[in-house]
């Protein structure tokens, strides 16, 4: 995965597709009683010409990190 393409090139996805999917990944957060506080779409990526949308993870407690590598750990296993 990257984050990176030809700048001759616009990305196809949107500030939609971004909101949308950062839906989805706070349900998921939730879902694993994770809540990232800081957690949204990186508004200041918007203003590039040919911007791709990107979502700020942001910072979290221990707590929090301890039980998301918990959860991905878990997935991982499965």
């Given amino acids: 995965m990257t984050d990176h393409f030809p700048l001759d090139t616009p990305p196809d996805d949107t500030p939609r597709d971004a909101e ?18 800081s957690l949204g779409l990186d508004l200041p990526n918007f203003a590039a010409r040919y911007a791709q949308p990107l979502i700020a993870l942001g910072n979290c407690n221990l707590a929090t990190a301890e039980a998301l590598t918990a959860a991905l750990l878990k997935a991982a296993a499965q």
């Fill in 20 to 37: 949308e999917q950062l839906t989805l990944l706070r349900d998921a957060l939730r879902a694993n009683a994770i809540t990232l506080p």
